[in-house]
């Protein structure tokens, strides 16, 4: 039961390089977030895909973006990396009912150069 | 919009009672929800309050005043293991609004 997939799991890149973060549920869930976390600042959201089809910024989407490829797959792009966005990125996917939870994968640690 | 606020930092002695407090702004909600994160791992839920008062998990409890807009996690029989840092986050009303999420506390228990 493998639940939130995220890979890779460490990245180091240049600044100005291109990257794109995969993350996978297997829950037949709706609902998926990208969001980073930086020491202090908690969780942010970066974008999030309602359903399959759709996708709505969050708090902060600048500088990425996304792709609902189908319900299990929402991948995060960043077109030309900068070093602010050296951060621990988490996906995570919600199969609706306020008082079900969100379910996270492990994380990608990404620093760049 | 919908804001919270925690307390950025608790420590408390191996087997004693400790309460993290996020006190909200918010414009309408479900619920209050609570996730635990280890360092380096991803978070976790814990707990989930829909009503006012207080609902119980094993060591973890979890409390609710929307009239104060006050929430509470309160942990038992401290045990080093639940050194975390722990998030307090609403459920906004409006569909499919993701959780909003509070910075955190971190929690530190010393022997």
């Known amino acids: 039961n493998a639940g939130v997939t995220q890979t890779p799991k460490f990245q180091v890149l240049k600044t100005g390089q291109s990257m794109t973060l995969q993350c996978a549920q297997d829950m037949n869930h709706n609902s998926m977030y990208w969001y980073r976390q930086d020491p202090g600042m908690g969780l942010r959201l970066i974008y999030y895909s309602a359903s399959e089809g759709t996708t709505d910024k969050g708090e902060v989407p600048n500088g990425y973006n996304v792709s609902r490829l189908n319900k299990r797959e929402f991948s995060l792009r960043l077109e030309s990396a900068a070093p602010s966005q050296t951060s621990v990125y988490f996906c995570?996917?919600?199969?609706?009912?306020?008082?079900?939870?969100?379910?996270f994968g492990d994380g990608t640690r990404l620093s760049i150069l | 919009g919908q804001s919270l606020e925690q307390p950025s930092e608790v420590t408390a002695v191996e087997g004693a009672i400790v309460q993290i407090n996020c006190t909200y702004q918010t414009s309408g909600f479900y619920g209050l929800s609570w996730y635990q994160q280890h360092d380096g791992g991803a978070p976790t839920f814990l707990s989930y309050n829909a009503l006012d008062g207080l609902e119980e998990t094993g060591r973890f409890s979890s409390f609710l005043s929307r009239s104060d807009s006050y929430g509470y996690l309160l942990l038992q029989e401290l045990q080093m293991k639940d050194s975390a840092s722990y998030f307090c986050a609403v459920s906004p009303y409006s569909g499919n609004t993701p959780l909003v999420f509070g910075k955190g506390t971190r929690l530190s228990v010393i022997a």
């Open positions: 995570a996917s919600w199969g609706g009912g306020s008082n079900q939870p969100q379910h």
